[in-house]
């Protein structure tokens, strides 16, 4: 070949390799030319793949939305919480070639300039004007199918005229508050599902190398404390490699530095810094209205809110959703996430804490004792604990504590005992003491009468004799103290004025005459206690009355008086919306049943323990199986009692109904040669320390064999032979009438 003919072909290649990989091949950015050396190949660092870092759970339908909407939208903006993964998403569906700009730490124009030039590091930038500028880019990005701008809350009002420029391109914008334009698509990111943030956790615990298996619902109970954040969950998951969840969820409670950090700058690093970085954005009103509303336990209105900051908050509420830090329950409802809440509370103003006090306090004296009282309790639970935890005055601290045992019917009698106990650790006054023992007393009777006699032995002196008689006589009605003077009872009534205080303790006395055989005397304390609670609105305690008056009348002989007493104190129950007042009336409605139809009651009592165990209610629906076992004893169906007591678990009921069905099972096992004596005279002491009013009705149902007869006589002599006979009196009667 001649020395002067130039081949073209390595300048051809050159060309064709551009059309290929370049955006612009006129204006290259990776395959350069230098003149009198060639070309220069630069793989600068690409801008972040669609490629996801970790699978994505539970956000289909977020996907979908986001696919469909490009029909009708160039502009999309994930809008969310710091945490919740719109990052995450925004790869999810983004195809081969998106332009990815992360501008988490632009907070100008310069920081602007300089996440594209992270993206286009060859692009010349920062000489011309921005219009320039802006050109210049979105002729680099024209071809792109997508543009993400990622994190891109700290610059929206600079990226707006970047998005004008970019002509007819898709752009995905991720934020924590809207861009607020016309043409704009908005996407609420909301946290995951419950099961999809288990799904990720154990993902995440797995990386980690975890490998034992994790409870499902100690793991509900984490990702749900964590309010199912995403990143909240990928930073607490490699802990339960080292901690049981149990021991992981005590240490999250309700405390943020719970949750590692990771080292670096980036605001993601942890679930701190991204709550700083959406705080340090509040305005100064923003942040003490937001500090005010993190008092809130739970869900709040806008009146709730301005009742704590005494001034007008609708604005400062619409600003704190539109930056994603209040959620919107419901138009006109709100609440926070647990996260964020924790957070607020570290900033919250004292004098907002003392407002949050009484508005509490005042919320559950609106309550009353209606049909609403249960419904409203509940919805104010979470507030009457953080009283109890974190307020000072005692009395405020005794009221919310009332209050929360009060709400807490359906967590059962620990979760009432606990309360309580909670508060007695921060009270001091002897009144406070007082108060606060006297109740946790009138539980203890229902589980352990002997405690109950305790705690009232270790109460300091008070003001509060009428109640402190009324538990005395719970205790005396199981045998556990002295004799009651009704006498001073009676007059301890005349002198009461609170109607709510004298148609509780109208029903205490009807139960003691009830239990003394005197169910005349009984009757007229029952009915004087239905006329007080119609008086002071107490729902609950009407239906209690009812129930009085039923169990008078089977003393009385009078079943059918007794049966629609009882269908009153059941309706009026169902009205009231109180758990506890509805199972107590179901129970005595089928008890009162099996003196007619014994088949009747064993359908009530089954019936009411399958809805009971389709609720998750095991405690419950333990006692009414124990119930209708006895039902088919009495029924003469000895074999079926036995399978019902076999199939019980005894470790979900109180100790003296565990007492009282231990020892029928032991009864019904002897009568078929399947246990000893030595255990049924084991089961009989344990009942006896439980109740004698319970020993005694079994005794009268039950024929016991003759090696228990010495057993049960040291059982019963410290009772002495009155109360004995008595005991036997009344429970044989009963059985008479339920057999005739």
Not at 233 to 240: G, K, N, Q, S
Not at 570 to 580: I, K, M, P, Q, V
Request: with cysteine; aromatic share 6%.
């Amino acid at each position: 070949m001649a020395a002067n003919v130039v081949s073209d072909a390595v300048p051809a290649t050159i060309r064709r390799l551009r059309r290929r990989i370049e955006r612009d091949p006129t204006n290259p950015d990776s395959l350069l030319t230098e003149y009198g050396r060639g070309w220069r190949l630069i793989l600068a660092k690409p801008s972040p793949e669609s490629t996801p870092t970790r699978p994505l759970f539970g956000r289909k339908l977020e996907i979908e939305a986001i696919h469909s909407r490009w029909r009708d939208t160039r502009l999309q903006t994930l809008v969310g919480p710091g945490g919740v993964g719109k990052t995450a998403l925004a790869h999810v569906v983004s195809p081969r070639g998106t332009v990815f700009i992360d501008l988490s730490s632009a907070y100008d124009e310069s920081g602007v300039l300089q996440a594209i030039r992270a993206v286009f590091p060859r692009l010349h930038l920062g000489t011309e004007d921005k219009e320039s500028l802006r050109t210049l880019v979105a002729r680099r990005m024209q071809g792109a199918p997508l543009v993400v701008f990622d994190n891109a809350d700290t610059a929206i009002d600079i990226i707006l005229p970047w998005i004008q420029a970019l002509g007819d391109l898709n752009i995905l914008v991720t934020s924590r508050i809207p861009m607020g334009t016309a043409e704009e698509y908005i996407l609420q990111v909301a946290s995951l599902n419950p099961s999809a943030a288990m799904a990720l956790f154990r993902h995440r615990y797995q990386q980690a190398g975890g490998t034992a298996p994790l409870d499902e619902s100690a793991l509900l109970a984490v990702v749900q404390s964590i309010d199912c954040l995403p990143l909240a969950l990928e930073l607490v998951a490699p802990r339960a490699v080292i901690l049981s969840l149990d021991d992981l969820m005590r240490d999250l409670h309700a405390r943020i530095d719970a949750i590692p950090t990771l080292a670096g700058t980036h605001r993601h690093r942890g679930i701190r810094p991204c709550l700083q970085s959406s705080w340090d954005r509040l305005t100064p009103e923003l942040g003490l209205t937001m500090g005010a509303i993190s008092l809130f336990s739970a869900e709040f209105e806008l009146a709730d809110a301005e009742a704590l900051t005494g001034h007008s908050c609708l604005e400062s509420i619409e600003q704190l959703v539109r930056q994603s830090m209040v959620n919107i329950v419901r138009p006109g409802r709100f609440r926070l996430l647990a996260l964020v809440r924790a957070y607020g509370l570290e900033q919250a103003e004292e004098h907002y804490r003392a407002a949050h006090t009484q508005w509490v306090l005042g919320r559950l004296r609106q309550l009353g004792f209606g049909r609403t009282r249960s419904a409203g309790l509940n919805a104010l639970l979470p507030d009457l604990l953080a009283c109890v935890t974190h307020e000072t005055d005692e009395q405020a601290i005794v009221e919310a504590a009332l209050g929360a045992r009060d709400a807490d019917w359906l967590a059962g009698i620990n979760a009432r005992s606990t309360v309580l106990r909670d508060a007695l650790k921060r009270v001091q006054l002897p009144s406070s003491i007082a108060r606060l023992t006297l109740q946790l007393a009138y539980d203890a009777t229902l589980y352990d009468p002997r405690y109950s006699i305790e705690l009232l032995e270790s109460c300091p002196e008070h003001s509060y004799s009428l109640l402190e008689l009324e538990i005395r006589s719970r205790g005396c009605i199981l045998g556990f103290s002295g004799p009651v003077d009704v006498d001073h009872w009676r007059r301890c009534i005349e002198e009461e004025s609170d109607l709510q205080s004298k148609a509780r303790t109208l029903n205490q006395l009807a139960c003691h005459l009830r239990s003394s055989l005197d169910y005349e005397g009984a009757y007229s304390a029952a009915v004087r206690a239905l006329e007080a609670t119609r008086k002071s609105g107490n729902i609950a305690e009407e239906a209690y009355a009812l129930q009085q008056l039923a169990s008078a009348c089977v003393g009385l002989g009078e079943i059918d008086r007794a049966i629609s007493f009882s269908r009153r104190s059941l309706e009026t129950a169902r009205n009231s919306g109180f758990y506890a007042t509805i199972i107590q009336s179901e129970s005595q409605f089928a008890t009162i049943c099996a003196a007619l139809d014994r088949d009747l009651a064993d359908e009530i009592f089954g019936d009411v323990a399958r809805k009971l165990m389709a609720q998750g209610l095991l405690q419950p629906a333990a006692h009414f199986t124990g119930n209708r076992g006895v039902n088919a004893w009495l029924n003469g169906d000895k074999e079926r009692c036995l399978t019902l007591l076999d199939r019980l678990d005894f470790q979900l009921l109180q100790p003296s109904t565990r007492s009282y069905f231990g020892a029928f099972r032991e009864v019904a096992r002897h009568e078929f040669e399947l246990t000893d004596g030595a255990r049924l005279r084991q089961s009989l002491s344990d009942l006896a320390r439980t109740g004698r009013p319970a020993l005694a009705e079994l005794l009268a149902i039950c024929t016991l064999p003759e090696d228990t007869h010495r057993t049960v006589d040291e059982i019963l002599a410290p009772f002495g032979d009155a109360t004995l006979r008595a005991d036997l009196t009344s429970a044989r009667e009963i059985a008479r009438k339920a057999a005739e």
